[in-house]
């Protein structure tokens, strides 16, 4: 969305999940020098990405949902462009620096560039492998996720969304549990890796997107219960920070455990779930009032989430040469000071006209339909 289109409450959140992940990666996650403050205060922040899958359901979902209940046609192909020049251009920028500038890396080494291109990055990801550049493995998520979507809600567009998605979600989400059951027996057991077959895989990693595209589903399809759920958006927000607080500090405490393992993300899910109906309830201070810094943070959150390890390596690398304390407030400060410009250098040089292109592009398409079908407009 752009301009007035622009909604305040989702911005609010974008701009949290970034400055969480990257907090998360900074203190201890992927870095080794950092603040000592930084490691307690960003140890939750893994899970800035589960809120960046509800935000992605939602917003796909809903867009997906909104064309089957007006009665138009999802065109596949149009879908599969628009993510495109949406995804790739700035994906494939950076990875090209990782490629080409090997000394920037922020970990040993790299994994092999098909792995990459295949958006298979995140499958058999495991603590010790090449994890430069490792959080991508989101992003492979969201990419499966976009080319199975459009086709299944084609599929199953005529056996009614609005009565039955909810079974498909429902039943996504207990597949989820049950993969990640089965393969904590198999860690349990020394046959397969914690994070290479709970954390990182597509198969067991679903639940955020999922409970996006069912909040979408219920505003697209539900206006009653839309309604009732916006007017009680405080209630809401109250509830997903109970559940995000006891998944912080009850599940979070041993991650690993079954049923930290098995039932975690669709709990983390569901709380970030309820935060995201409650930030889009005009009832609420998230939905109505605007601030040009997180919107700023929400524009630029992909490049951040694309080139912040980089910076950070490259900056932590030089500490010696700028006589600044590698560990300290001041090292941090600069990190997120250059992250941010060189997020919107990305952004203004590659995102920006990419996304300008779509927009010509289906514009075009839009007053050709409306032209050759008159009926449509």
């Known amino acids: 969305m752009n301009g007035s289109a622009r909604l305040n409450g989702l911005d609010h959140l974008r701009a949290f999940a970034i400055i969480s992940v990257f907090f998360y990666h900074y203190g201890g996650g992927m870095f080794d020098h950092h603040p000592a403050w930084l490691t307690k205060v960003s140890q939750f922040g893994w899970s800035g990405v589960d809120l960046f899958f509800v935000l992605s359901g939602y917003l796909i979902g809903g867009q997906l949902l909104r064309m089957v209940a007006d009665g138009r046609q999802i065109f596949i192909r149009d879908f599969y462009i628009q993510r495109f020049l949406r995804i790739m251009p700035a994906y494939w920028v950076v990875l090209a620096l990782y490629f080409m500038f090997p000394q920037l890396i922020e970990r040993s080494h790299l994994p092999p560039l098909w792995r990459f291109l295949t958006f298979t990055q995140n499958l058999g990801l495991g603590e010790h492998e090449g994890l430069a550049f490792s959080q991508v493995w989101s992003l492979c998520i ?3 996720f976009y080319l199975a979507l459009p086709m299944l809600i084609v599929t199953f567009s005529a056996w009614r969304w609005g009565r039955h998605g909810f079974w498909i979600a429902g039943f996504l989400i207990t597949l989820g549990c049950a993969f990640r059951a089965y393969f904590w027996m198999l860690v349990q057991a020394g046959e397969a890796r914690w994070y290479g077959s709970i954390y990182y895989p597509t198969y067991s990693h679903m639940d955020g997107l999922v409970v996006g595209v069912s909040i979408a589903a219920i505003f697209t399809f539900y206006p009653q219960q839309r309604t009732w759920l916006q007017k009680h958006s405080y209630w809401l927000m109250a509830a997903g920070a109970a559940v995000l607080y006891f998944a912080a500090t009850v599940i979070d405490a041993n991650q690993t455990s ?9 709990l983390v899910a569901v709380g970030f779930g309820c935060m995201a109906i409650s930030a ?14 997180t919107k700023m943070i929400a524009i630029l959150a992909y490049s951040i989430y694309l080139i912040h390890k980089i910076v950070i390596s490259a900056l932590q690398k030089a500490a010696g040469v700028l006589s600044i304390n590698v560990d300290g407030t001041l090292m941090l400060l600069l990190c997120i000071l250059c992250t941010l410009l060189a997020a919107w250098l990305l952004y203004t040089v590659v995102e920006r006209p990419f996304l300008r292109l779509r927009e010509r592009i289906f514009a075009k398409k839009a007053v050709k339909s409306t032209t050759t079908n008159p009926a449509t407009a």
Request: glycine letters at 4%; aromatic letters at 20%; charged letters at 10%.
């Open 280 to 293: 889009l309830s005009p009832s609420c201070f998230l939905y109505s009032r605007s601030s040009a810094v």
């Open 142 to 144: 969201e990419e499966h």
């Open 258 to 266: 079954f049923l930290s393992s098995v039932f975690g993300f669709p």
